[in-house]
Each structure stands twice: as C-alpha cells, then as structure tokens.
C-alpha cells in the first residue's frame, strides 16, 4: 500500500534537505520525495499536511517505561502512547526497573511488551551491574545478543572506577556506549537539590556542580584509557559541560545529552517546595541553563533526551525532601524545544537534528533520516500552533511535570511508525 504526505516542507538535517517535498511511502519505507504537485500513482492514503513540517521521526535516549514493576507509574503501552503523542518514533528505555533489567528474561518481556503496544519502537538498554548494585558486571554479551542497545545504571552512578574500566571494555566490544548518570553519589548523598542561594533560602541541603563535574571528569578520563564509547546522561552543569569539550577536542569517544528541564528551568523555579521541580540532577543555576543552551547550539551536546520519569501522585505529593525524583517529558520536549529556536538560540535544522538523526549516530540506531529507502518513522507538526499543556492532553499514567498549565509553541499532528500512523491530533 502507498501513502502519501502532501504539501508538507520536510526538514532531514541527515541530507540537509529542507524543501517543500511529497513524501511517498510504500512498505513501511520512504519510497520517494517528490516535488509538490508531482503526479504519483496508487496512493491509497493521502495525508493533507499543509502547514505543517515532516520531519524524521524523533528519537528519545533516555525514557523510563517502569514496567516490570512499577506499573502504577507507567506501563510499556502508556509510555509509547505518551511518546507517539509528542512525535517520538524510537525511545531507549532504562533499565531501573523491578526486576532490573539485568537478565536476558527482563529484555525479552520489555521486547515482548512493546511489541504488543505496536506505537514507538522500544530499544532497551541493560544494567551495568548486576541489580543497579555498582559491583559486578552483568552477563553483558548475552544482553547484547537478546537486543539490548546498551549499558546504564541510570538512577544509580556506578561509583566504583574499576567497575567502570571494565563495563567499557566489554560494550565497546559489542560497539555499544555506557550511559552514565554522572553523580558522585557520596559528594550528592541524598540532598535534594542544586547546592546555592536557594537551597540555603528554603533550608535544604544541596547537590554541589561538583558532584557532576568531577564525575564526567572521571568518566571521560576512563573513556579515553579505553578507547570506548561513553555516553553522558542529562549533562547539567557548566563544568560537566567544559570538561566535554575539551574531550571532543582530543578526540575523546564522548556523546551527551540534555534534558528539555535543564535548558527550560532552574534552581530558582522550585519556588516554595514544588516537588513536580525535583529531578535528578537538580536544576541548576542560570549560567548552566545558558552553558546547556550554549552547548546545544554549538555541538557540544548530542542530543535532547527527556529522561521522562513518570511517578504516581503519592510519591510526589510529600516532603519535598522525601519527593521521588523526575519529571514526565515525552510529550513536552518537543514543544520546549522549539521555543529554543524561536528564541534564536538554535536554528530548525538544528532542533530537527538534536532530537533525530544525532541521537541516533551515539546510539547506531538504524533510524532519523528520511532519504529514499529509509524505514518511514516520520512526525508532522505545525510550527505555528500554539496551546496549554493541561493534564488531559497527557497520556502518560502520571501526570508528575512542573510544565502544567504552560502556554506552548509548535505541536505534533501526526506520528508515522513504519510508514503507519500511529498518532494523529485534530
Ligand atoms: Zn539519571
Ligand atoms: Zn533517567
């Protein structure tokens, strides 16, 4: 069967092109970009997308899915509902579940799973260690073999640097990055945000830059020893940001990513105790938003990545000392940040970029172009809609994001998955 998005301009920063094109998709493959206008034969679906951008379809790094386990939170089929709906075709999903996904059983149920949900394609990554614990190695060949893309104890930062050595030998020999959730867990202990004038104005104990700093330092030190790919989660601070890089300028086998929180808000937003403002790393303050936004802008980050993290109302609504961690950001990211490019602090085709084909190259997946042949992810937008993020437009089971009730700019209209629309917004 043939289809066909008409009138849309595409933008594939993979080929650099962005020019009102006809996509033809046939067999779940992009087919043919023709010019507007140009007669094509047998198509039995037309997809009217005047107005609007096609673009690649986007593709998340770092998204807790929950399940196994934690199913009050988000299961496999609420989380690709949640990231169809916010334009995301391929996310990589964590692996602090519970179990842990530490064993071959865990990915084939994760797999088996997002089959079933047949939205957003789901590409799991395993534990380094064996229950997130930082001591022995997972059995990381057989992971890779059962489709694992590759290696974090996200939530946790293995702290133990010959752990670390060895976890980067073993996945560069299957050619996959550790993704490291870079926090010197003994420099953070368990305070609750960023270390500064408001931790100190509202009493709580703060997480120093430092904590991240000196980790991504170490991390790249090792990366560098090794010779392999490592991978930095939700980079927050200047320093981080610095040391990276340096790294690249050496030659350093780094990629990063940053989430839409950090290049959105910082330390001062949690207001007067706003749990929905609690994430870790913590928000910082205004110079790592801007060395964030800097680093976006001139290459230094890879990647926008949500590190979507849903939680139920129960876990949240406490203590902000006593608060689960994170946000929901699948169905938000897209639009924060395209306020980045009405801003001017990154053009299109570099927003278009940072959320498909450059996630991809840190992670070989086999997506994020739409030149001929491709597999035909693909998400529709209209630049110019603007609308309020309010609860019943979340379709993740939780509702846990400081962004409610915000105005928004741009919005996705359509999500295509092999050529099949998986998400459509009227
Ligand atoms: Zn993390
Ligand atoms: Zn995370």
Known sequence: MRTLIAKSRVIDPASGLDEPRDILIEDGRILDLVRPGEKVADVAERIDAKGCIATPGFV??????REPGYEQKETIATGCMAAVSGGFTSVCSMANTNPVNDHSSVTALILAKAKEADLARVYPMAAVTKGLAGESLTEM???YEHGVIGFTDDGRCVMNAAVMRNA???????GVPVSVHAIDEHLAGDAPMNSGFHSMRLGLRGVPAAAEDTMVARDVVLSALTGARLHIQHISTKGAIEIVRMAKARGVPVTCEAAPHHF??????VGEYDTNFKMAPPL???DD????REALADGTIDAIATDHAPHEKLVKDCEFEKAANGIIGLETAFSLTWELVEAGVISEMRAIELLTVAPCKAFNLPHGTLTKGALADITIFDPKATYTFTTDRIYSLSKNSPFIGRAMKADVKRTLVGGRTVFARD
């Open 264 to 269: 959105m808000l910082i330390d001062e937003d």
């Open 289 to 292: 938003r801007e060395a964030v």
């Open 168 to 174: 980067l030998v073993y996945a560069n020999s299957f």
């Open 60 to 65: 998340d790094l770092h998204v807790h899915l």
């Open 284 to 286: 910082r303050g205004v």
């Open 141 to 143: 060949g057989e992971l």
